[in-house]
């Protein structure tokens, strides 16, 4: 069984920092892209960034500068370090990968169940 768990999430003052983890395990035979992305209360879902296995990485507009996404590809886990937080920051994250299982599969895209990010004095 193939799944991504995500955590790190938690409460922190505005200008503060966190530090996202999403870890995929199961029977994988590789792994393309990883990425996060992010939905507030009341709104949709938002792309937040991406990492593709070589490592060339993609940001929403916005948070450029604050937002930095890496991977580490032996433990198979994608990170989101996230400095100068905001209010407007808070949402659940949720990580996402295409993994391959088998040389006869295709990639496939997962999700990780979501860390809640809230920030608030």
């Known amino acids: 069984q193939v799944q991504l768990v995500d955590t790190g999430g938690g409460l922190v003052q505005p200008g503060g920092s966190l530090r996202l983890s999403c870890a995929a395990s199961?029977?994988?035979?590789?792994?393309?892209?990883m990425g996060w992305h992010r939905q507030a209360p009341g709104k949709q879902r938002e792309f937040v960034a991406a990492i593709t296995s070589g490592g060339r990485t993609n940001y929403a507009d916005s948070l450029k500068g604050r937002f930095t996404i890496s991977r580490d590809n032996a433990k198979r886990t994608v990170y989101l370090q996230m400095n100068s937080l905001k209010p407007e920051d808070t949402a659940v994250y949720y990580c996402?990968?295409?993994?391959?299982?088998?040389?006869?599969?295709?990639?496939?895209?997962?999700w990780g169940q979501g860390t809640q990010v809230t920030v608030s004095s």
């Open positions: 199961g029977s994988i035979l590789s792994i393309g892209d």
């Open positions: 996402y990968a295409d993994l391959r299982q088998n040389a006869y599969s295709d990639y496939v895209g997962y």
